[in-house]
């Protein structure tokens, strides 16, 4: 059964940090590209990050450039996202997922399509 599972949100203030987790399982993670994307309240899905099978190759969304960092651990099956200077238009709903395609610069908008597998999602909140 496949599971991502992910944890780490909550409320920030302004400038502040939070590291998002997202553990996997049920998949061959090796060998899949992993994907962050979020929702904020009354928006569709934006993506934020793609990171590819070995960790090399890695994607962006001008949004987040700069203040996002993500990052997998093969040994643990894990990926994250470490959120910088979070602003007033970062919170939302973020997901983990697996499965999209090779990383590249998208556009900002997503569907649930293009990705295998999806986690439940966790809330960020950004507030002072």
């Known amino acids: 059964q496949v599971q991502l599972v992910e944890s780490g949100g909550g409320l920030v203030q302004p400038g502040g940090s939070l590291r998002l987790s997202c553990t996997t399982s049920g998949f061959t993670f090796s060998t899949y590209v992993m994907s962050w994307v979020r929702q904020a309240p009354g928006k569709g899905l934006e993506w934020v990050s793609d990171?590819?099978?070995?960790?090399?190759?890695?994607y962006y969304a001008d949004s987040v450039k700069d203040r996002f960092t993500i990052s997998r651990d093969k040994f643990d099956n894990l990926v994250y996202l470490q959120m910088y200077d979070l602003k007033p238009e970062d919170p939302a709903i973020y997901y983990c997922?697996?499965?999209?395609?090779?990383?590249?610069?998208?556009?900002?908008?997503?569907?649930?399509?293009?990705?295998?597998?999806w986690g439940q999602g966790i809330q960020v909140n950004v507030s002072s």
């Open positions: 990171i590819n099978s070995g960790g090399g190759n890695i």
């Open positions: 997922a697996a499965g999209g395609a090779e990383p590249s610069e998208r556009p900002p908008g997503c569907s649930k399509r293009e990705f295998d597998h």
